[in-house]
């Protein structure tokens, strides 16, 4: 890769991560955040490679318990939602352009597979009380499902938006 076209990424993957961190500091209510947040980790992996939305998926969660978005409780909770969100971005990124209807099924999958490394160790790991254990569960598979669907709806005509001005 040239170092152009390096720093170009590297100033997208900022800027999606800037974006994405003023999505969080508005602290708007858990179920318009949470697809909000995840509509930006998948089209931040369509944009900029799924490097790029696993960058922005590890960083946020630690930024949402600094900001204090997220309960000091739920600080134990951080490496999981921090490896959902990796997973998340990875597979949509792995599936999205291997085979017609691919982003869908990495979204489903993604979303899945985020909402099981989320919520089982939460539930039977995590010494949590039960309101923020809840929080950890079908939420985070709503706010996935949501999020991502929202970003494949919104990619097609973005990258369309951008090409064009090449």
Not at 57 to 62: D, E, K, Q, V, Y
Not at 119 to 143: C, D, K, T
Not at 145 to 160: K, T
Request: proline share 8%; hydrophobic share 60%; net charge positive.
């Amino acid at each position: 890769m040239r170092p152009v076209n390096s720093i170009r990424l590297l100033a997208r993957v900022a800027l999606l991560l800037a974006i994405t961190l003023v999505i969080q500091g508005l602290r708007l209510p858990s179920p318009v955040t949470g697809p909000l947040v995840n509509l930006m980790l998948i089209l931040s992996t369509a944009l900029v490679g799924a490097a790029g939305g696993v960058v922005i998926g590890l960083l946020t969660p630690w930024a949402a318990l600094l900001l204090g978005i997220l309960p000091p409780a739920l600080a134990p909770a951080v490496p999981l939602i921090m490896g959902g969100n990796a997973l998340y971005c990875l597979l949509f990124g792995l599936l999205n352009q291997r085979f017609k209807g691919g982003d869908l099924v990495g979204i489903g999958l993604g979303s899945l597979l985020k909402f099981a490394l989320i919520a089982m160790p939460a539930r039977h790991l995590l010494q949590l009380p039960s309101p923020l254990v809840e929080v950890l569960l079908v939420p985070q598979l709503i706010n996935a499902l949501i999020g991502g669907v929202a970003a494949i709806l919104l990619f097609h005509p973005l990258r369309q938006a951008l090409n064009r001005k090449k």
